[in-house]
């Protein structure tokens, strides 16, 4: 009986010349200009593909030993540790359905294995994807709706709390510190937070505000406000934009989450204290 032809899948490892265009872009452009015989290119250059290739072998050609030594640790490294964050983010928002497609088609192809996959990605701006990708009935052959059409409220349940626990995990790795507030002096008080299972912070209550100045009232508004700023940006940014927001609201807020006519103003001067006590419902009267 015939044993097959089966294969351990392939593991993922960066090439060289991934590295040299990642950190010598510039360098690149420079030779597939040459190659080219032209004074500049672009990206949308005719032929750009084919001759950035050429560009690579050139200068990986030219490279010296020390720098060859160099260049196979630092794939050995990122074989080892993964691409860092940002160029995940760029690829996923590229590659993601091609990736799992191709996987879900060789392992039908190879094993017969059939597979629903629920999975998540971070999108360049910070914020977590949760997908579902099936290809059952297509590659069976068989005339199907897809599992997700068939199956809409327990999939729909799945990416719900798949994307939850990401968002814990999220928050376990973004918290940092645990004190906000005051921060304008190392003498000045301070508020330590606890969080949600999601990773929002909390103030704790009851909360001491006794001797609080403007600053420090402006400073717990500002440390809490980008609590939950680098929550939504992944760990971007701790630093809300907010005259961009006052602006531009409907770059960072959806539409349909906006009141009409709605316009976000600034507090009125020396109100720090008054408004920030409103909003985190802090009863000042008792902390006189």
């Known amino acids: 009986m015939s044993q097959g032809a089966g294969r351990k899948s392939n593991s993922w490892k960066p090439k060289r010349t991934d590295l040299i ?7 690149v452009m420079k030779e597939v200009a040459r190659v080219l015989g032209h004074e500049m290119v672009t990206t ?7 001759a950035r290739q050429t560009a690579l ?3 990986l050609a030219c490279q010296t030993a020390a720098e060859r030594t160099a260049l196979d640790a630092e794939v050995e490294r990122i074989s080892r540790e993964g691409n860092p964050e940002e160029i995940k983010r760029r690829l996923a928002g590229k590659f993601h359905k091609k990736r ?6 060789d392992q039908y192809r190879e094993i017969g294995l059939s597979s629903i996959v ?17 290809r059952i009935s297509e590659l069976t052959g068989v005339a199907l709706p897809s599992f997700e059409q068939m199956y809409s409220n327990e999939m729909l349940t799945m990416k719900a709390s798949l994307l939850k626990y990401l968002l814990a995990i999220r928050a376990k790795q973004i918290q940092g510190a645990t004190t906000i507030g005051a921060t304008v002096n190392a003498e000045g008080p301070k508020v330590a937070l606890t969080y949600t299972a999601a990773g929002f912070p909390i103030l704790p209550r009851p909360m001491s505000t006794r001797g609080w100045k403007k600053d420090h009232w402006e400073t717990l508004f500002m440390d809490y406000m980008g609590c939950h700023y680098k929550l939504a940006t992944g760990g971007n940014s ?3 934009p907010y005259g ?3 602006q531009q609201q409907m770059t960072f807020i959806e539409n349909k989450y906006l009141p009409q006519n709605m316009k976000i103003a600034q507090a009125p001067p020396g109100d720090s204290r008054a408004s920030t006590s409103v909003l985190f419902q802090i009863n000042t009267e008792e902390n006189r």
């Open 244 to 246: 961009d927001i006052q």
């Open 57 to 59: 072998s050139r200068i």
């Open 238 to 240: 701790s630093h809300p």
């Open 118 to 134: 629920i999975a998540a990605y971070t999108r360049e701006d910070g914020k977590l994807v949760v997908d579902a990708y099936d």
């Open 44 to 50: 949308q250059t005719p032929r750009f593909l084919g």
């Open 100 to 105: 799992v497609h191709q996987a879900m088609q």
């Open 21 to 27: 265009w990642r950190d010598r872009e510039q360098d």
